[in-house]
C-alpha cells in the first residue's frame, strides 16, 4: 500500500529557504495557519464538550428541583430542562397533525388553527399567553399580520431565546415578550382583541383564574382561544401499576389537580367567567395518536439522545409507551368571546 511522504516542520523548515537563502514565505505561514488551525479546532472541541457537560448538569439540578415540588404549580421548572423535539423549528407542542406530516408543520397548523380561531387579522393586538421559544408568534406575524403581538412567559429562559429570534427578525416593536404569570397579567383592562394559550392552559394554576384575567383584558367582543389538555369524560378505574408512572408524569409537567375537569366543566367555568359563546371540541384524534407515531421513534434519534437529558427522555417513553395515545385524556380546542355590552 502507497502512503504519501510526511512533511516534518524541519523538513519543511529546510524547503521554505531557497538556494540564495531567501525564505519562502508562503510554505511557512501555510503550515503556521494548518497548526493555527489545528489548534483552534481543538479548542472548539474542548469548548463544545465542557458547555455540553455545564448544560447537562443545569439540567440535573433543575430535574431534581422538580421532582421535588410535587405541589404542580411550577411549570417553568419544567421548561427550564425540556428542550424541543422540532426537526429544525423548536415548537413545544404536540402540534395538530390533520394535514401534516412532520413535527414543524404539525406545529405550525396548530398556530394557524388557534389564530384562525381567533379570527386574528391585520390591525389587531394580540396577546400570547405562554409562547414558548417563540416560533409561534413569529408564525402569527407572518400569516397573520397583526398590529402588534405582546407574549408573556413564566420561564425566563424561554424569554431570551424568543426574544433573540424577534430580534434577528428586526420585529423588537411588533412582537414585544416578557416573563409575566398567566393568572396576573400585566395588562390594563380591554386592551386585546384575541388572546390565545397554547397548550400552556394545563399549567395554570389556575386555569379558572387566568379565565378570569382573559376576560378582563379583552376587548369586548374579543376572543380567548385555546389548545389544552384535560381528562375525558367519565372517570377511569386505575391500579396502583398505572397510577404511579402516571403521577410521576403528572409532576413532571406541573399541571395542578385543579385544572383535571372534561370538556363540560371547561365551558361551564368560561360561562362563569363571564364569556359568551363558549365552545369546546376534542380535536384529540389530530393530536395524540400521530403525535405518539412520532415521537416514539423521535426519541432515539441521535440528535435527541445527544441533547435531551435522559431523564427527560425516560419520562417520555414511559409517558408514551404506557397508554400509545393517552386513551384517558382529552384534547380540546376552546373558544369564547367577551361579550359586547
Aim: aromatic share 8%; proline share 6%.
Amino acid at each position: 500500500m502507497r502512503t504519501e511522504p510526511r512533511l516534518t516542520r524541519s523538513v519543511v523548515n529546510r524547503l521554505a529557504v531557497g538556494e540564495d537563502g531567501a525564505v519562502a514565505p508562503s510554505l511557512a505561514v501555510g503550515v503556521e495557519c494548518r497548526t493555527d488551525g489545528a489548534n483552534m479546532v481543538a479548542q472548539h472541541r474542548s469548548v463544545d464538550r465542557i458547555e455540553r457537560v455545564r448544560r447537562r448538569l443545569d439540567q440535573t439540578i433543575g430535574l431534581l428541583k422538580l421532582l421535588g415540588n410535587p405541589n404542580l404549580t411550577r411549570p417553568d421548572l419544567t421548561y427550564n430542562v425540556f428542550t424541543s423535539m422540532g426537526e429544525k423549528s423548536e415548537y413545544l407542542s404536540m402540534g395538530y397533525w390533520k394535514n401534516a406530516e412532520t413535527f414543524d408543520q404539525a406545529g405550525q397548523d396548530l398556530v394557524h388553527l388557534v389564530a384562525d380561531t381567533a379570527g386574528v387579522g391585520p390591525g389587531h393586538r394580540i396577546l400570547d399567553v405562554g409562547f414558548g421559544f417563540g416560533d409561534q408568534d413569529l408564525y402569527i406575524h407572518d400569516h397573520f399580520s397583526p398590529a402588534r403581538i405582546d407574549g408573556i412567559n413564566i420561564t425566563p429562559l424561554q424569554v431570551d431565546t424568543a426574544r433573540r429570534k424577534v430580534a434577528e427578525r428586526g420585529l423588537e416593536d411588533v412582537i414585544r415578550l416578557a416573563v409575566g404569570s398567566a393568572t396576573a397579567l400585566p395588562f390594563e383592562a380591554n386592551t386585546f382583541d384575541a388572546v390565545l394559550a397554547l397548550e400552556s392552559p394545563m399549567h395554570f394554576d389556575t386555569r379558572e383564574t387566568f379565565f378570569h384575567e382573559a376576560l378582563r383584558v379583552l376587548r369586548p367582543g374579543g376572543k380567548l382561544v385555546t389548545a389544552d389538555m384535560i381528562p375525558m369524560p367519565g372517570r377511569r378505574k386505575v391500579g396502583l401499576t398505572r397510577m404511579l408512572p402516571m403521577l410521576a408524569i403528572r409532576i413532571f409537567w406541573q399541571s395542578p389537580g385543579a385544572n383535571r375537569y372534561p370538556r363540560t366543566v371547561y365551558e361551564d367555568k368560561l360561562r362563569a367567567a363571564g364569556f359568551a359563546d363558549a365552545e369546546v371540541r376534542s380535536i384529540r384524534e389530530d393530536v395524540y395518536p400521530p403525535f405518539a407515531r412520532f415521537i416514539r421513534p423521535r426519541l432515539d434519534d441521535p440528535e435527541i439522545v445527544a441533547r435531551v437529558h435522559p431523564l427527560i427522555r425516560a419520562v417520555l417513553k414511559w409517558q408514551w409507551g404506557l397508554e400509545a395515545d393517552l386513551p384517558g385524556e382529552d384534547y380540546v380546542l376552546a373558544s369564547a368571546r367577551k361579550p359586547v355590552r
